[in-house]
């Protein structure tokens, strides 16, 4: 083993040396080693623009489409009409505000108490009273329409993967693809079938968000117990009944979480699907970021960040509330009370609508706002800190940006490939090496070397930055129980935000630059990192650290001879997820102007050319899939190597 | 009616990456290297009259659970057939098969099973309800049990607000609510407290006299396998190494394990003054003792006995033959030859 490991070493360290020496010949290097040549490149584009048009117009997909995307639209009627009194069946809308608003703070108190009750009740308050009222409930009709559609796909796909393991074996990798994919790679083939519009962003947040579900089911119905399942047989259920009211109400739990990731995905879509034409917070955002109206745009990210929240909670108690007896003699009035208060509040709202016109819906003349001194503030900040985040601008865009960015584009194609065939072989071995060439070549194959050398560069500098904050925030906030819990908090509730959100304070701070991207990312794909940091030191056995004490380890002996390798697999767990963000961030960061990845995509988009989109997201992916590999197969023989 | 209930030729179960393969192999070869291979359950032959109660013993893995769920067709066996009533279930097509389960079958698990999102009237009602019984019909039969196994009062919570004990009963409930003819029961009583334990024991014997049911019993408590037990099956290593009525068993251990196995009992509490009978003894006259009772109970009978042969009388009084004291003082103070 040992000596195969070395071996190992040995030619991942020559691989090393060939890219080294590809790099410092570049001088003397044929151009075809440099760039790729055109000879090589393939056109990908064209033949899945000629599949998409096979499927679209021969194989009649079109009409498919057309019919589910015409359910959905009736859907999303109805909602609209509910919602914010779109005119359509049933015509009954709009339920006025505060209904809802009762109708959310009797949920929060059913399902957990008081505190999320306030939280829930109070965002749909401040959503309303700040008069966005209608523009919130665009974005939630959608959630709500396209929510179901993702749960009942996702547990249908999820029952058959668990049926038959030959499916789950074609589904996984088609999942990982699919979990790697930006979310604007989504975009470009929906459009084309579908247009764009509310329909075409509710149809996109549905395949969106499907995976996950599928994921958790298969984790939850894997995870029953067999004598439960056993004990269902016994009583003589069939097939359908055993699957219908054994095995999915056990794995609960798990399907429930499913829902609530369903539901954060579909927010993060639905505010992104604002490029494709969808109405609501998300296109609000864009038009004032693009118009630079900072105050504004942070009264509707508060919302974004509200709502965000308060979803997270409400599905995350559900999921987590374990069941409870009732009193099983009490009177119908008494078991149901909450029921009986939520109806009660529902009717007083109604009537205080009738009669206070003000509480069915808040008129934008009478909406408040906190623009006007958020504006001034910032300004305010802005004078203060302009020298700084000027210099700062200068400093990294001077300094550390360009460089980087020329010296990655300077790089030959074929040192890039044998340097990641070297890291490959390091990890391990042929196998690695050979995935991780493959993944590039096909890029490289692609066309969109340069680009993608951007991207490439982007995520890597904002990661690099990212650990370089993360990790001793991490390692602080660990030092301590209540404050490990407390930085993790806010952790998680930072990961629930849509990303588009990293935005408003970036270029609040940098304007629109190269600079913002990077520092958009970096917060972005920082949360990770500090996250499973304190996840990983946290859950060292105490038994180690107790030892290394007992054997005299100052503190920082401690932290780096025990408590930071036995946590380095986990923590490597949160380098993966953050290099995850930092491709999606820098794609959707695109709209703020790069030359990279990013910003093709965005063109494709425009231009509904499917094909390129496609390859840009594969290209993409492919970058995930591969870090993805090489991080997994180290955490893994880390892991092995101590022994957990 | 002493028809044969359930009976077992040549059953195997294997664990492994291809168990048929393997126990082709090993049919060949009896040396063949089971690395790899659990063999839970080997050859097991075995007749169960209809209304007897078989506990089964053994070991942690020996492999009395995987034996049971082969009877009930839970797992499929690798080799060998079982038949219950005649019918070999491995024939059964998948709906004959919920049918028998349905009418027939009834089991507690070793670790409950309950299912976690149904209140517990609503666990003890599952059964009913996949037999077809109206709402009010079940949840009436269920109070009923719930009430028998002393859970009254608990019927709206749900399992994980129990204790390990309740939810045992709730298990036990939930297989006496269809008072199945064929009983498995995986070691049933073991989170229970002495004293209900006691009371469920009763409660079964009860129902197996009254109804004449069929009842496979897994049990590691032997006082319990003696209350209750026809007959004692014990295995090791998934073979059943002896199968037969307590006293055989402790007086004539079929091989060094059962001697083993039995050795820390006492012999006074399991062999009755039947089985030291010898009819070739003439017997004497005078007052004799009953044959199916145990030697402790005819301890002080004994100790204040004159003669060296007494006489032995069946449930109908009439003498069987005589029994040596010696030999049964023997087996009440523990001394062997
Ligand atoms: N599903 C399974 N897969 C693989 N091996 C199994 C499986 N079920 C049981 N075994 C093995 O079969 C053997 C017998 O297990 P079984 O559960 O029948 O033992 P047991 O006699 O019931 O033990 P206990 O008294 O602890 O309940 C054990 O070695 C166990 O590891
Ligand atoms: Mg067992």
Redesign the pocket.
Known sequence: MTARAARGIGLAGLLLAIALGLALGKPVLPLGLIRPPEWLVQPFADWINAAFYFLQNDLGLMALTRAFSGVVEWLLDVTANLLYGKSRWPNIGPIPWVVIAATAFMAGYALKGWRLAALSGGTFVWIALMGQWKWAMETLSVIVVATPFSVFLGLALGVLAWRSPRFERILNPILNVAQSLPHFAYMVPVVVFIGVGPKAGAIVTIIFSVPPMIRMTLLGLKKVPEEVIEAGKMAGTTRWQLLSRVRIPTARAEILIGVNQVIMQCLAMVVLASFIGMPGLGQKLLQLLQALKIGLSVEIGVTIVLLAITLDRLSKAWAFRLPEHGEPSAMWLRRNRLLVIWIGLCAVGFMLARFAPYFHEVERNQALSVAGPIDAAMDQLIRLIAPLTAWLRWFLITWVLIPMRDAYLWLPFTAVLTLLAALGWAVGGLRSALICVSYFALIALSGWWDRAMVTVYMVSISVLIAAAIGLPLGIWAARSPARAERTLLICDTAQTFPSFIYLIPVIMLFGVNDVAVVAAVVVFAAVPIVRYTIEGLCNVPSELVEAAEMSGATRRQTLWNVRLPMALPTMLVGANQSVMFSLFMVIIAAFIGTQDLGQEMQRALSSTDVGKGMVLGFAIAFMGLMTDHLITRWSEGRKRALGV | MTETAISCRDVSKI?GPDPAGHLARLKADPNTSSVGY?Q?VRDVNLDIRRGEMLVVM?L????????VRCLSRLIEITGGSVSIEGQDIASLSETELIDLRRRKMGMVF?SFGLLPHRTVLDNVAFPLEMRGQDRRARYARAREVLDLVGLEGREAYFPRELSGGQQQRVGIARSLAIEPDIWFLD?PFSALDPLIRREMQDEFLRLKGLLNKTIIF?T?DFDEALRLADRIAI?KDGRIEQCDTPDQIVLHPATDYVAKFTAEIDRARVVRAGALVHSLIPAPEGEAFASNRTIRDLARCLVAERREVIPVADADGKVIGGMNRQEALDVLLGDEK
């Open positions: 664990f659990v839970a053994g942690s893995g020996s492999g009395k659970s995987t034996l070793q070691e897994i590691h295995m």
